[in-house]
């Protein structure tokens, strides 16, 4: 090829992909359903260099019960953020439709452990791509809780009455309970079990001084010394260590801890393209996304080349630093669980809260 004919290719290729860039970035933005905080631009750089910065809007919920109610009244999403106990209840109401895992190019490149979970591929067909992983536990203020051992029975011990604070997350509290009433399976419990759980939700209900919505709550509350004791996520963890508030992780309740997975799943109601859907979440399963995850929230990344960017003393000051199957596995997973006993733990849980 001659040295004009080699400009001119060039030039041609240039111009081609700068009307791809503009014309993905003239694409009407997807809306991403999640927990507020989710929209960390660095979460999603590769996606914002492609469609710009307004190429995504956010919506946010409190809980994975309020999307699942939201989506159910008709809210249009294109991406709703799910965790593993959500995939089986989301698909069987028609919430969400099938991922094709052959156009998610970091497909290969998650953790298997968590990519094949079964709770995600049923009907033969995948349902949720992980995104997150980790434990929830307990936050408190080493310089006001002087803890014995390291156990979740701080949450019903009478000395920190109204020095406590629980989340609005339904399945967290019911693990914690169901750990505390030493239930054989949380998952399908006993007829003589509802009971016992039912006392733990009341006891911790009891000795909490309130009950948090947004993490935001939670760490002005821990920062502030209104709280000494509180149920939270590696998130609030990491940003009340920033602050330089004297708090500590349980990571190693002698119960186990309570550990969960969440991920994408795609909306039935989505109108976005299929392409602008994918390159969302490729960009989120990016490597350098995965990255900041880790850094700015604490939390597990799927992608094993995300973790491989992060240091060993960090990933196990966050108690990730071990294998994350074994980590799951290995505590005290929110799974899904029948309906009839959701449903009934789910009403007994909103009398308590009522003060019923």
């Known amino acids: 090829m001659s040295y004009r004919k080699r400009i001119q290719s060039t030039v041609a290729a240039a111009f081609a992909a700068a009307a791809t ?28 260099e492609k469609y710009g910065d307004n190429g995504v809007n956010f919506s946010f919920f409190s809980s994975p019960d309020e999307a699942f109610a939201k989506l159910k009244g008709g809210f249009q999403a294109d991406i709703a953020h799910a965790c593993l106990h959500d995939v089986r209840k989301w698909k069987e109401a028609g919430l969400i439709k099938p991922i094709d895992t052959a156009k998610v190019t970091t497909f290969g490149d998650l953790i298997p452990s968590l990519r094949d979970a079964e709770a995600l591929t049923l009907d033969g067909q995948q349902w949720m791509i992980p995104w997150e992983w980790g434990a929830s536990s307990v936050i408190y203020r080493t310089d006001k809780a002087d803890l014995k051992e390291q156990s979740y029975a701080v949450l019903v011990d009478p000395a920190y009455q109204g020095r406590t604070a629980l989340a609005d997350a339904f399945d967290e509290v019911f693990q914690v309970a169901a750990i505390l009433a030493d239930v054989e399976n949380p998952l399908e419990l006993k007829e003589e079990e509802f009971a016992l759980v039912e006392q733990k939700m009341r006891e911790m209900r009891g000795n909490a001084r309130f009950i948090w919505t947004e993490p935001s709550q939670l760490e002005q509350a821990l920062a502030s010394g209104e709280v000494d004791v509180a149920w939270g996520w590696p ?31 795609i909306s039935a109601t989505s109108t976005a393209p299929e392409a602008q859907l994918y390159d969302f979440i490729d960009a989120l399963e990016a490597p350098e996304s995965g990255e900041a995850l880790v850094n700015n929230f604490g939390y597990g990344h799927s992608n094993q080349k995300a973790l491989e960017r992060v240091s060993k003393e960090r990933l196990q000051e966050l108690g990730l630093g071990g294998d994350a199957n074994e980590t799951i596995q290995n505590g005290n997973l929110m799974g899904p669980m029948p309906d009839e006993q959701r449903q009934r733990l789910i009403e007994t849980w909103t009398q308590i809260k009522a003060g019923g």
């Open 235 to 265: 998130n609030s963890f990491a940003a009340l260590k920033k602050q330089n508030v004297p708090v500590n992780f349980m990571l190693e309740p002698k119960e186990g801890l309570v550990t969960w997975q969440c991920g994408f799943t």
């Open 21 to 48: 860039v503009s014309a993905a970035a003239s694409a009407e933005p997807l809306t991403y359903f999640t927990w507020a905080g989710y929209d960390d631009p660095a979460f999603r750089k590769p996606f914002t």
